[in-house]
C-alpha cells in the first residue's frame, strides 16, 4: 500500500481540448532534429557534421563541459544541417531519416550495479534526460545523487495523461525503475487508483491534491527536500520507458505519447512521435481555422511559444494550441459580467460554478506589470514548505543567501507557474525563478 500525502494548496485550471484517450500515429517527419536548447544547463559540442551518416541511438552532440555525457541521434539517416545562431550558437542538428531505422546496438538486460547502469545510459545518450536539484539542470554524472525522484502523473493545464502514456508498457516501466534503483534510492509519485501503485524498487508515494502536486519539485518537498551540498536526480515518467526499453530491447527507443491538445485543436487526441520530430508533421491539419492561434511546445503555464517549423523539445509530453487572443476587442474590458471566463477572484460569475470545465484561454496577459506587493496570492497555490513570495524578492535583490535560505535549492522554474498564473502583478516568475538558479549555479562553480 502506497503512503499519501495530502495537500491543500493549488489549483486545477480546466481548459478546453483536453486530448481524448484515442491514439493516432503522426505523419513521419523526413527530417529530425534534435535541439540542444531543450537540454537546461548543456553547452553543446557538435559531433557530426554535415553529410555525415549516423544510426539512432549515436551521438549528435555532446555536453563540453561533461563529454562522456551524448546526446543521440532518434533516428537513422544522414546529417543534413547543423543549423547555428547568433555567435555560432546551435539551435538544432537535422538528420533526414532513413525509410527504415538502423539501431546502434547496446547490451540487452539490467547490469548487476549501479556503474555499469551509469555507463550504459552514457554510452546511449539516454543519460542527458536526467535532470537534477538543485539548478533544475541535465545531471552531473559525475555528481552522486541521494535519491532519483519520478513523477507518474502530471496535473498541469491539458497535460498528457501518464496512465494512458504507458499503460501498455508497464512491465518496461519496471525495467526502468529496476536500473534506476541501481543507482540510488527511486521515489515514484503517483496519483490515487494508478496503474503504477505496485511498481517494485521504488518508494510509491500517492500524492492527493490539485495542480501542481504532479511537479516532480512538490514530491521532492514532501519526501526528501534537497539541502545544500545535496543532489538528487529527477526523470519524466516516459523517460523511464527511454531507459527501460534500452535495456529491454537493446536500443535507444525515443518514441513518445505525446497530448496534441488545446482549444483550437480540431481533433484532441495522442499521438505517437519520435523526439526531435517537425511539430508541423505532429499537428498536420488539425487546427481549427480562423484566427490568430499560439502553437505551444509543452503545456499552456510552463510550454514554450513555437512554430509549425520547429522540432519537437526533448522533455515534451504535449503540443499545445491556443488562441493568441492579441485580435481580440472587448467592450467594457474586465468589467463586464461573464460566465466563460475563469478568475481565481470574484471578477466573474464564474467563481460559483467551481467544477465548470472547458474554459477557452487565449495567451494574453490581461493586465499591465505592476510593483509586486506582499499579498498572500502565490502562498495560496504554491503546496511546498517555501515562501515564494519572499524567494521571488531575494532572486529579485540578488540575495544569494538569502535564496539559499529560502529553499531555493528544491525549486525549478515550473514551480511557480501556478502562482504566475495567478499573480495580479503580472510578474514573470518563471523567468526569474530560472535566471537566480543560473545565478546560484555560476556563483558555486
Known amino acids: 500500500m502506497a503512503n499519501v500525502i495530502k495537500l491543500c494548496k493549488g489549483l486545477d485550471i480546466n481548459l478546453a481540448g483536453k486530448a481524448a484517450p484515442k491514439l493516432s500515429p503522426a505523419s513521419q517527419s523526413k527530417v529530425y532534429g534534435l535541439v540542444p536548447d531543450g537540454f537546461e544547463g548543456v553547452k553543446p559540442k557538435v559531433v557530426v557534421k554535415e553529410g555525415d551518416v549516423v544510426k539512432a541511438g549515436e551521438a549528435l552532440f555532446i555536453d563540453k563541459k561533461h563529454p562522456e555525457v551524448k546526446f543521440a541521434s532518434p533516428v537513422s539517416g544522414k546529417v543534413l544541417l547543423v543549423e547555428r545562431g547568433e555567435r555560432r550558437k546551435v539551435l538544432s542538428i537535422q538528420v533526414e531519416a532513413d525509410a527504415q531505422t538502423v539501431y546502434a546496438e547496446f547490451a540487452k538486460g539490467v547490469p548487476t550495479d549501479g556503474q555499469a547502469v551509469l555507463k550504459a545510459l552514457l554510452d546511449s545518450g539516454l543519460f542527458g534526460y536526467f535532470l537534477q536539484r538543485p539548478y533544475a539542470v541535465t545531471a552531473n ?16 493545464p491539458l497535460a498528457a495523461d501518464t496512465e494512458f502514456v ?37 518508494e510509491v508515494t500517492t500524492f492527493k491534491g490539485k495542480c501542481p502536486s504532479g511537479n516532480v519539485g512538490v514530491q521532492i518537498n514532501h519526501l526528501n527536500p534537497v539541502n545544500k551540498g545535496e543532489v538528487v536526480w529527477t526523470l519524466g515518467a516516459e523517460e523511464v520507458l527511454f531507459v527501460g526499453r534500452l535495456f529491454t530491447e537493446g536500443h535507444v527507443n525515443l518514441c513518445r505519447t ?6 483550437e485543436v480540431a481533433e484532441p487526441r495522442y499521438e505517437k512521435v519520435l523526439v526531435g520530430a517537425r511539430i508541423a508533421d505532429i499537428l498536420g491539419d488539425n487546427i481549427k481555422t480562423g484566427g490568430k492561434v499560439r502553437i505551444i511546445d509543452g503545456n499552456p503555464l510552463t510550454g514554450v ?18 488562441p493568441e487572443g492579441d485580435d481580440t476587442h472587448e467592450l467594457f474590458g474586465w ?11 470574484r471578477s466573474y460569475f464564474t467563481w460559483l460554478m467551481p467544477k465548470k470545465e ?15 506587493i506582499f499579498s498572500g496570492e502565490y502562498d495560496k497555490v504554491f503546496p511546498m514548505d517555501i515562501y515564494p513570495e519572499q524567494l521571488v524578492k531575494s532572486i529579485i535583490a540578488g540575495d544569494i543567501d538569502r535564496m539559499e535560505a529560502l529553499g531555493i535549492y528544491e525549486v525549478a522554474p515550473e514551480d511557480f507557474a501556478v502562482a504566475e498564473f495567478v499573480d495580479s502583478s503580472k510578474v514573470e516568475l518563471q523567468r526569474i525563478v530560472r535566471e537566480g538558479l543560473d545565478m546560484l549555479r555560476k556563483e558555486n562553480e
Do not use: C, W
Open 358 to 372: 472547458g474554459y477557452v484561454l487565449d495567451a494574453r496577459v490581461k493586465g499591465g506589470h505592476r510593483h509586486m
Open 335 to 345: 468589467i463586464s459580467p461573464r460566465l466563460k471566463e475563469f478568475s481565481v477572484s
Open 305 to 322: 511559444k513555437t512554430t509549425t517549423d520547429a522540432f519537437l523539445s526533448a522533455h515534451t509530453t504535449e503540443v499545445t494550441v491556443i
Open 166 to 202: 504507458i499503460k501498455d508498457e508497464v512491465a518496461v516501466f519496471q525495467t526502468g525503475i529496476d536500473a534506476l534503483a541501481k543507482i540510488a534510492k527511486v521515489y515514484l509519485g503517483v496519483k490515487p487508483g494508478s496503474i503504477l501503485e505496485n511498481v517494485k524498487n521504488a
Open 258 to 263: 505525446i497530448a496534441v491538445a488545446g482549444s
Open 141 to 156: 554524472p559525475e555528481d552522486k545523487p541521494k535519491a532519483i525522484f519520478v513523477s507518474g502523473f502530471s496535473d498541469m
